[in-house]
């Protein structure tokens, strides 16, 4: 019932800045944990950050926090992700994810994928060196 929109995916040069931007539509009531994960050619998908709808509490990688910053606009329901001194290692298909509560769960990068049941299409991040 959720449907999300990535957009912002760019190439750039290590060093660089990108901003993504996901757009959250339909019935977004029972939203609990949104977050960014990414997927490189022959590579899982990871979690990158996610913050929790209900107290706005944010949790990072270690890979990418200090770099990274998660936020949400209420007021446009979209989600950002702000990436910072970009590196090679960061290339990858970005998606955005959004979850309900789960009874004893969690909203962590350690959650996994799992626990989400709504995915953008994902926007395309390269980084040259």
């Known amino acids: 019932q959720v449907q999300l929109q990535e957009s912002g995916g760019d190439s750039v040069q290590a060093g660089g800045s990108l901003r993504l931007s996901c757009a959250a539509s339909?019935?977004?009531?029972?939203?609990?944990?949104m977050g960014w994960f990414r997927q490189a050619p022959g590579k899982d998908r990871e979690g990158v950050a996610v913050?929790?709808?209900?107290?706005?509490?944010?949790h990072y990688s270690g890979s990418v926090q200090g770099r990274f910053s998660i936020s949400q606009d209420a007021a446009k329901n979209t989600l950002y992700l702000q990436m910072n001194s970009l590196e090679p290692e960061d290339t990858a298909m970005y998606y955005c994810a959004a979850g309900p509560f789960l009874p004893y769960g969690s909203c962590t990068v350690a959650a996994g994928s799992g626990r989400y049941n709504a995915w953008g299409q994902g926007t395309q991040v390269t980084v040259s060196s």
């Open positions: 339909g019935n977004t009531t029972s939203t609990y944990c």
């Open positions: 913050r929790s709808t209900r107290d706005g509490s944010t």
